[in-house]
């Protein structure tokens, strides 16, 4: 069973940065690919972005190419969301995912989850 533990989250100004990491346990991390995934207000959970089990390959949602990174220390067991250039539309609750298969897009491709850390972005 893998536990995953979210932190980073917190309160900033519209065009600040914020880093979110993910730090996990209970299981061999290196063969866990991994996302990052988020919920806003009566939203639905949607994909932000994902990383392969050695880092060599990154997935970013349209809404945040260019502004977040995905990255993850397999020697610590982390994974990290670097976010830039945060909007108001950023605000959301932001969710670690493991053990990513197929379409790392999705939910459903993922076993595992953590409790989530919320990320408010003021205008």
């Known amino acids: 069973q893998v536990q995953l533990v979210e932190s980073g989250g917190g309160l900033v100004q519209a065009g600040g940065s914020l880093r979110l990491s993910c730090a996990a346990s209970?299981?061999?991390?290196?063969?866990?690919?991994m996302g990052w995934f988020r919920q806003g207000s009566g939203k639905e959970r949607e994909f932000v972005a994902a990383?392969?089990?050695?880092?060599?390959?990154?997935y970013y949602s349209d809404s945040v190419k260019g502004r977040f990174t995905i990255s993850r220390d397999n020697a610590k067991n982390t994974v990290t969301l670097q976010m830039n250039s945060l909007k108001p539309e950023d605000t959301a609750v932001y969710y670690c995912a493991a053990n990513g298969k197929s379409n790392y897009r999705i939910t459903s491709a993922y076993n595992y989850w953590g409790q989530g850390t919320q990320v408010t972005v003021s205008s």
């Open positions: 990383i392969s089990r050695g880092g060599s390959s990154t």
């Open positions: 209970g299981g061999t991390f290196s063969t866990l690919a």
